[in-house]
T-cell receptor
Framework: KNEVEQSPQNLTAQEGEFITINCSYS?????LHWLQQHPGGGIVSLFM???GKKKHGRLIATINIQEKHSSLHITASHPRDSAVYIC????????????FGEGTQLTVNP | GAGVSQSPSNKVTEKGKDVELRCDPI?????LYWYRQRLGQGLEFLIY????????KSGLPSDRFSAERTGESVSTLTIQRTQQEDSAVYLC??????????FGQGTRLTVV
């Protein structure tokens, strides 16, 4: 069992749909990252959260520390949201190397 | 600079040649990480520098891989005698205190 598991692995949606990507982890963490990777390979950090919920534009991230689970939601999805979304957790509370989920390939069709 | 900068953005090299990849972290960031992502696979950790401490090299896949960092500045990742399985996107990230990391755009390495 991977330390960080994401679901689904692939997701296809129609423009405008509400999207949820889930992440479960088994290690103790201080914070969890949601990252976005576009086809060119570059990575953008979307959120880092340690409790509750964060919102940025159409993106919402939630985390439940007790259940070791986080979700990334995209409201009113758009084709430009098509990317790989990756959940990552640091191994130690002081900040260290990240352990990554396998990623969720999201395709939003017009 | 404003963000983590990596160079080159793309590199094509012949099998057996050595390559050097560069990462300029955000100024003042004490921690620097190298990761790689091979085609169709997830990100994997390579090496971690934290200040003047000995680096965590536990993720380096073979002795052909090495990395250096001078103080809290630039880092270079060197791959000697490249093999086709070294083809990947190599990502650098830096952080200051705590777990928040900032990523570069990566170097896409293709070994032909």
């Amino acid at each position: 069992k991977n330390e960080v598991e994401q679901s689904p692995q692939n997701l296809t949606a129609q423009e405008g749909e509400f999207i949820t990507i889930n992440c479960s982890y088994s290690v103790g963490i201080s914070a969890l990252h949601w990252l976005q990777q576009h086809p060119g390979g570059g990575i953008v950090s979307l959120f880092m959260l340690s409790s509750g919920k964060k919102k940025h534009g159409r993106l919402i991230a939630t985390i439940n520390i007790q259940e070791k689970h986080s979700s990334l939601h995209i409201t009113a999805s758009h084709p430009r949201d098509s990317a790989v979304y990756i959940c990552a957790v640091p191994r130690e509370t002081s900040g260290s190397r990240l352990t990554f989920g396998e990623g969720t390939q999201l395709t939003v069709n017009p | 600079g404003a963000g983590v900068s990596q160079s080159p953005s793309n590199k094509v090299t012949e099998k057996g040649k050595d390559v050097e990849l560069r990462c300029d972290p955000i100024s003042g960031h004490t921690a620097l990480y190298w990761y790689r992502q091979r085609l169709g696979q997830g990100l994997e950790f390579l090496i971690y520098f934290q200040g003047n401490s000995a680096p965590d090299k536990s993720g380096l896949p073979s002795d052909r891989f090495s990395a250096e960092r001078t103080g809290e500045s630039v880092s270079t990742l060197t791959i000697q005698r490249t093999q086709q399985e070294d083809s990947a996107v190599y990502l650098c990230a830096s952080s200051y205190i705590g777990p928040e990391a900032f990523f570069g755009q990566g170097t896409r390495l293709t070994v032909v």
